[in-house]
């Protein structure tokens, strides 16, 4: 299986219709660049093969996030609604 996907990768890589190999190469450089990974031949091969490891990032929440500083200053109340 991973030798069939080794050869659809190669195949589509370096296809010789320019906009088809366009295509596969700026599918690969996006996903990539979600992962934020750098484009190369291997990186791709990886990622394509399912044999890339990329280091999970720390995610913010929204719990996490430090209050913005004009709420912490103003000490008073929004003005009662008549």
Known sequence: ???EKEHQFSRMWNE??????EKFR???????????VTVTEENARAFYTG?????LQER??????????????????RPMRR
Do not use: C, T, W
Not at 16 to 21: G, M
Not at 26 to 36: C, E, V
Not at 51 to 55: I, K
């Open 1 to 3: 299986m991973v030798d």
């Open 16 to 21: 010789e219709s320019k906009p088809k190999r």
């Open 26 to 36: 700026n599918r690969m450089k996006a996903q990539l660049d979600i992962l934020h």
């Open 51 to 55: 044999n890339l490891s990329v280091p």
């Open 60 to 77: 913010l929440y929204q719990s996490e996030r430090p209050e913005p500083s004009f709420r912490q200053d103003r000490g008073r109340r």
